[in-house]
């Protein structure tokens, strides 16, 4: 069984830009979460969509948004990008009954610049 | 909310030597507590989980504690080898939330 696959591996772009990541969970998973990691802040939730609506949501502003396919691929969107964006940035599909178990992807390496 | 507070942030031991990664949690309604091992240029990858209603479990060198009382869970390596090192993750999941709350995270360091 495949794993998740997230693209790109790297991104690097400037101040102001923005730009769109993406995961393909794995398959039959329909639930898909968000995580931004930095080395000061550990693991923080961006947003969970599962049957392509978002269930949950966390404390990010409006800048970083998301959505989600009728394959259950999903995207994530940061708008207007800040020095302070730079991070990994993972997803990681679940079946979505409960999310007990997470599959996280590699990750997409985001550089601000 | 869920609040999980993890230590040490980072752990030096050498090879054959255990180790012993601790966090606690603030909501009494968490019952499910999984641990993560992520690898340089990895994502963070389930290696060992427990339950509310069990008290310790065991993976071959791994294992993890549960002290529902003091709302502390602790996850120990045996035997530690080089591959060991990674930064480790625990988690705690409320029966009525589809989101984990994370510790900050321990980089292990094992040392040949």
């Known amino acids: 069984k495949a794993g998740v696959t997230q693209t790109p591996r790297y991104l690097i772009k400037t101040r102001g830009q923005q730009v769109t990541l993406s995961c393909s969970p794995i398959?039959?998973?329909?639930?898909v979460s968000w995580y931004q990691q930095t080395p000061g802040q550990g693991l923080q939730f961006l947003f969970e969509?599962?049957?392509?609506?978002?269930?949950n949501k966390g404390n990010f502003p409006g800048r970083f948004s998301g959505r989600q396919f009728s394959n259950s691929r999903s995207e994530m969107n940061v708008s207007t990008l800040e020095l302070g964006d730079s991070a990994l940035y993972l997803c990681?599909?679940?079946?979505?009954?409960?999310?007990?178990?997470?599959?996280f992807g590699s990750g997409t390496q985001l550089s601000v610049l | 909310g869920e609040n999980v507070e993890q230590h040490p942030s980072t752990l030096s031991v050498q090879e054959g030597d255990s180790a012993v990664i601790k966090c606690t949690y603030s909501?009494?309604?968490?019952?499910?507590f999984p641990w993560y091992k992520q690898e340089l240029g990895k994502g963070p990858q389930l290696i060992i989980d427990?339950?509310?209603?069990?008290g310790e479990k065991k993976d071959q060198r791994i294992a993890v504690t549960l002290n529902k009382t003091a709302k502390h869970f602790s996850l120990h390596i045996t035997e530690t080898q080089p591959e060991d090192s990674a930064v480790y993750f625990c988690?705690?999941?409320?029966?009525?939330?589809?989101?984990?709350?994370f510790g900050r995270g321990t980089s292990l360091i094992v040392h040949p």
């Open positions: 990681a599909s679940n079946t979505g009954q409960k999310n007990e178990k997470l599959f």
């Open positions: 398959s039959g998973h329909r639930s």
């Open positions: 969509y599962f049957s392509e609506t978002q269930r």
């Open positions: 909501d009494s309604a968490s019952n499910y």
């Open positions: 427990i339950r509310s209603n069990v």
């Open positions: 988690a705690a999941l409320s029966g009525g939330s589809y989101i984990p709350t």
